[in-house]
C-alpha cells in the first residue's frame, strides 16, 4: 500500500521520529494507520496490507 499511495521513505521517517521521541508525529502516525486499514478493508479486498512492515531505522 505504501508504495502505491504513500512515499514509504517519508512514512518510515514519520514513524521512527515519533517512535524514538524525536518529535511528536502522533497524528500522521495514527492517520498513516487509518488509511492503512481503510485500503486493507476496501481497497486491498481484505489483503493484510500490514504484516510485517517495520519501520526502516532512520539515521
Do not use: P, Q
Not at 521520529?17 to 500522521?28: C, F, I, P, Q
Not at 500490514?50 to 519501520?55: I, N, P
Amino acid at each position: 500500500m505504501f508504495d502505491d499511495v504513500f512515499d514509504a521513505r517519508t512514512a518510515d521517517r514519520l514513524v521512527a521520529e515519533h517512535v524514538r521521541g524525536r518529535r511528536d508525529r502522533g497524528l500522521a502516525v495514527f492517520g498513516l494507520f487509518c488509511a492503512a486499514v481503510w485500503w486493507e478493508r476496501n481497497a486491498a479486498g481484505g489483503a493484510d496490507v500490514l504484516s510485517g512492515y517495520e519501520a526502516a531505522v532512520v539515521g
